[in-house]
């Protein structure tokens, strides 16, 4: 069948023989003479005929009928007569022109008594509202005359039926035979007088919408056939339809908000079980599917522009006055025994629609006096019309399980709102697998890609199936499967709404909570998906890895998440590969609501679970820093939206501050992490730091670096921090403090001057040394408090320091209280050596500081880190270049006064004598118990990296001394000399010690010995061989004193191979 170009076709043949018969019929008179009374005698065969046409196209009737009543319609329009140079310009533009040659001239009447036989009250409209506004009004107002002469009941049913069609037009812009009728209707008026002028009983504004002016004047229409209108059934739809016009079209706001899906389809459950009992209507026998079309019109009303105030005033008299003569009437007929009809309950719905909306308007609406009157009377009428007929609508009999099907037809032909009846679908859980329900979801998954669909199903599925309901467990296992398809085919972002939705539902068991029994090969494709993983940790195969995650991670979040996790940390290499997969689940930052911390998020419980506390080797810990670094801040990967899982201040709250005590085991890499995070997110814009509580952190740092003043006291199972650890505490608390500072105007001052209070309370509870490492974050407000000894040799500005009474610090400590300042910090011990008071001139008081320094360094340096001891190594080369601080060199490891120049390497022999008399101190009855044996085992790295130093110091001065400038001797001599001496220094001082702790000096004696070697072959002129003898002798009667045996040989044969 052709329903494009409107060419000549056996359809249009059955048509032109309909109006052939009707012309016979009719004959002598022309068909465009026929009058309402003649239409009953000649009219049958036209209609005879489209029946025919409707039948003969089985596959489209509705739009043969369509086709068939434009060309009627358009031949109606056509100028009559036509001239010979309308004929010729019609033949080349007019598509109608062949087809509508076909059919004999005919009038208005023909087409208005066919549509009526046809019932075709809705094809009515669409091609009315088609027509430009001019020629629809005409022509509507031609229809109201029409149906004025000779009214029958028909014609009244006819008529309501248009006025209802019209309320439920929304229009179709898109059909292409409406837009040529339309094309064509428009040239009709431009050559015809017909339609310059409409009707004088009507005007309008032309700029209004066109349904408006046809409403007003339908309600005309009505007034005019009132006394027609007979029987109950018409008065109930005549009021109905006057009741939703006013309602829709004046009453309700220009937007309203649509009734909610449920209501909706209450509402077409509601039209629908009436229809199926009402057999008086013409939906009575159709199709559920044809039925729910119709009803989805019928109670989607919707209008596109306001009625005039005019308008809807002369409405509300009309109603009052119909209703006061109709009401008894119709209030008898409603609570009758004949059951509901259509139009009864269409009526009471209407009314109370209308009911609602007018006490609203009433409410809100600044009326006259008069107008008030009219809307209160017409309130109270309508309110006391519905009290007495309630029965209605309370009895209207939902038929069972109706709603059920409604719903699976919308969703089947994707009526409106068939999304929203997705989720009804997904959400009824008394329709869940039904055969209807199981065919539906089978038939529209692609529906079903949503996330909160599949989460709505989910959810059906997982409290049916743990339900009393018998359901078989194929077809749950089908059902789980099918949703976790339409999963599968969602995008990354919607996949992570519903493993979030997953989360909060059922926590980190996922689906396994209650479906473990249908998910059949979790563990195998656990496993597999992992070994893929493992062997394809690659940017290529991230989206297929992230793919293959998304299905377990919903399936069984816990185990997933805590696998890869394991993985991370285990699996070398793979640590930034898993990281990047996690990251794309951003729903994974789930904060659980059970557990013994509920704002801990479920990554972190993951990571604490599975990995925290149980690193086997450095690597292990190193991949977890990285792997932590990762989640805090992702690689973003082409294609793939990732986000941080991990918030900085929520890692150190979770893997820092409960672990900074030197007793407890994971301290050390809680520090890593911490400097870490630091040093990864110093940049960031927003001050992250203030939701950490910055204050108690800087103040938990400190106590950590308090417990390091009684390191050595403490059992070796309390010290799982070394001291080489401390340096780290110091530079985290600097950072820490710097970065404080920089943002201190996001604390309002009187917030900064009490949380530097409170710290500065907290800190007077530890070692006051403690507390100077933060004078540059208390500058301004508090004074430096050090002990008042400290007075006593340095010139201390009053105004930033004072002095307190510290325990242990009595007579003759000020040098021990300057030494620890000098600890502290670079700029701190340079301030220290400026404040310094100690008279040059004076050989006396030299001597005393300098008995005193040597006290003050065998006390200080057991518990110095590594970098507190480089400052007093530098601090000790100053003092000697000042000449403030007097080292005597003994002759106790010299064979022959030297006659050498020994000026260059003063400094090296000075300190190296100065670090003997250090271990000679310590090894001395009085402090030889103070130290365990990792005590002694630091203080010997402390002086092999002190020794180390002079060694670099002696070959930078023996090869670019400016003391060989000018001279034909350079300082090889010199050098070796020095070598030997620092050689018997290391010698002596392991002869002192316990074996266990000698081996880093008995290496550092080796590499002595090595420089010597090295040195003597560069140079083989420099010394005789009488010399080089007695040197080798004396260093093998130094080195005879070394135990144990295998260590002695080996320095023995490397004096040997000189």
Not at 223 to 248: F, S
Not at 735 to 750: G, K, M, Y
């Amino acid at each position: 069948m052709d329903l494009g170009p409107l060419n000549i076709c056996e359809e249009m043949t059955i048509l032109h023989g309909g109006f052939l018969l009707a012309e016979q019929l009719f004959r002598p008179k022309a068909l465009a003479e026929l009058t309402k009374s003649d239409w009953e005698h000649v009219g049958q065969p036209i209609v005879e005929a489209l029946k025919e046409i409707s039948a003969t196209a089985c596959s489209q009737p509705f739009a043969w009928k369509k086709k068939a009543l434009i060309i009627i319609w358009a031949k109606v329009l056509q100028p009559y007569p036509a001239t010979p140079s309308d004929t010729e310009t019609r033949w080349q533009e007019d598509v109608f022109f062949s087809v509508g040659n076909m059919l004999p001239t005919i009038n208005h009447t023909i087409l208005f008594e066919l549509l009526k036989s046809l019932e075709a009250s809705g094809l009515f409209i669409q091609l009315l509202m088609a027509l430009p506004t001019t020629i629809c009004r005409v022509e509507l107002e031609r229809f109201l005359e029409h149906m004025t002469v000779n009214t029958s009941s028909k014609d009244v049913a006819f008529f309501l039926d248009i006025w209802w069609e019209m309320m439920k037009h929304k229009g179709n812009q898109q059909d292409p035979l409406l837009s040529q009728f339309r094309t064509m209707a428009h040239k009709y008026l431009s050559s015809s007088d017909d339609f310059c002028h409409p009707p004088k009983r009507f005007k309008s504004d032309p700029d209004v919408c066109p349904t408006m002016p046809l409403l007003a004047m339908l309600l005309n229409g009505l007034k005019q056939i009132q006394n027609k209108i007979l029987c109950p059934g018409m008065k109930c739809c005549a009021l109905a339809n006057l009741a939703d016009m006013l309602t829709v079209f004046a009453l309700v706001e220009e937007d309203p908000q649509e009734v909610s899906a449920t209501v909706y389809l209450d509402k077409l459950a509601t039209v629908i079980s009436v229809w199926n009992s009402d057999t008086q209507k013409p939906y009575h026998q159709q199709a559920l599917t044809e039925k729910v079309k119709e009803a989805e019109r019928d109670v989607s009303l919707n209008s596109l522009a306001r009625l005039p105030t005019e308008t809807l005033f002369v409405g509300f008299e009309y109603m009052l006055s119909l209703l006061r003569e109709w009401g008894e009437e119709l209030q008898a007929m409603l609570n009758s025994s004949q059951g509901t009809s259509y139009d009864s309950y269409r009526l009471c719905d209407s009314l109370t629609s209308f009911s609602q909306n007018l006490k609203l308007y009433l409410d809100t609406t600044t009326l006259s006096k008069e107008e008030s009157e009219v809307v209160s009377d017409l309130a109270e009428c309508v309110k006391d019309f519905l009290k007495k007929t309630s029965r209605v609508l309370k009895n209207r009999g939902l038929e069972k399980d109706i709603t059920a099907s409604i719903a699976m037809a919308i969703i089947e032909k994707k009526m409106d709102r068939h999304m929203e009846m997705c989720y009804v679908f997904a959400s009824e859980k008394k329709w869940a697998f039904s055969d209807e329900w199981l065919a539906c979801l089978v038939n529209n998954r692609a529906l079903f890609r949503e996330p909160g669909l599949v989460l709505k199903l989910l959810e059906t599925v997982m409290e049916v199936s743990t339900s009393d309901r018998v359901i078989p467990e194929s077809q749950i296992k089908q059902v789980v499967d099918l949703i976790l398809e339409c999963y599968a085919d969602l995008s990354l972002p919607d996949k992570n709404k519903v493993l979030s939705g997953i989360l909060h539902s059922w926590g980190r068991k996922g689906l396994s909570e209650k479906l473990l029994a249908y998910l059949e090969g979790f563990q195998e494709d656990l496993n597999t998906t992992f070994n893929q993983l493992t062997q394809s940790a690659s940017e290529q195969g991230l989206a297929k890895a992230v793919a293959s995650v998304a299905r377990l991670v919903i399936l069984h979040p816990e185990i997933t998440v805590k696998k890869m996790c394991g993985m991370a940390v285990i699996n070398l290499g793979t640590h930034k590969f898993l990281a990047q997969i996690l990251s794309a689940f951003p729903a994974l930052r789930f904060a659980e609501e059970q557990g013994p911390n509920p704002a801990t998020t479920f990554m972190v419980s993951c990571l604490k679970e599975t990995v925290w506390g149980k690193f086997s080797t450095s690597k292990e810990e190193k991949q977890f820093l990285e792997f932590l670094s990762c989640l805090m801040s992702p690689v973003k990967p082409q294609g793939i939206p990732v986000a941080a899982l991990l918030e900085p201040d929520e890692v150190l709250k979770e893997f820092v501050l409960p672990f900074l005590m030197l007793d407890v085991e994971e301290v050390d890499l809680s520090l890593k992490i911490f400097i870490q995070t630091l040093e990864a997110n110093a940049g960031l814009d927003e001050y992250w730091l203030q939701t950490c509580s910055p204050f108690p952190l800087v103040f938990s740092l400190c106590q950590l670096l308090d417990c390091y003043g009684k390191y050595w006291q403490l059992p070796k199972e309390k010290r799982y921090l070394s001291l080489e650890g401390k340096d780290l505490v110091i530079h985290i608390l600097a950072r820490l403090c710097e970065i404080v500072l920089a943002n201190a105007e996001t604390f309002s001052p009187d917030t900064w001057i009490k949380s530097l209070s409170w710290l500065h309370r907290k800190l007077e509870q530890l070692d006051w040394t403690v507390g100077l490492r933060l004078k540059n974050f208390f500058e301004g407000h508090f004074k430096c408090e050090v002990p008042a000894t400290l007075f006593e040799i340095c010139k201390l500005s009053e105004g930033e320091w004072t002095s307190q009474a510290h325990p242990g610090y009595g007579p003759g400590t000020g040098l021990l209280a300057w030494m620890e300042c000098c600890c502290i910090s670079n700029s701190i011990c340079e301030q220290m050596l400026s404040l310094l008071v100690v008279d040059v001139g004076n050989p006396e008081e030299v001597r005393l500081f300098s008995k005193g320094f040597l006290v003050a360094l065998v006390q200080v340096m057991p518990w110095c880190s590594p970098q507190e001891w480089q400052y007093l190594h530098q601090l000790t080369r100053k003092l000697l270049e000042k000449q403030l601080l007097h080292v005597p060199y003994s002759l106790e490891y010299i064979q022959f006064v030297p006659l050498l120049n020994l000026k260059p390497f003063a400094q090296e022999l000075q300190l190296s004598v100065l670090f003997l008399r250090v271990f000679q101190f310590l090894c001395s009855q009085s402090c030889r118990n103070w130290l365990p044996l990792d005590g002694w085992s630091h203080v010997v790295k402390l002086l092999c990296s002190s020794l180390t130093n002079l060694l670099d110091s002696v070959r930078l001065i023996q090869s670019v001394s400016p003391w060989t400038q000018g001279q034909e001797q350079d300082l090889t001599q010199e050098a070796l000399f020095v070598y030997t001496q620092i050689f018997c220094h290391v010698l002596h001082i392991m002869a002192m010690l316990h074996q266990e702790v000698c081996e880093p000096l008995y290496v550092l004696a080796l590499e002595i010995l090595t420089c010597y070697e090295t040195l003597c072959k560069a140079n083989p002129s420099i010394s005789s061989l009488l010399q080089k003898v007695n040197e080798q002798r004396f260093l093998k009667s130094i080195a005879e004193n070394i135990s144990p045996e295998e260590r002695r040989h080996t320095l023995l044969q490397k004096i040997n191979n000189f």
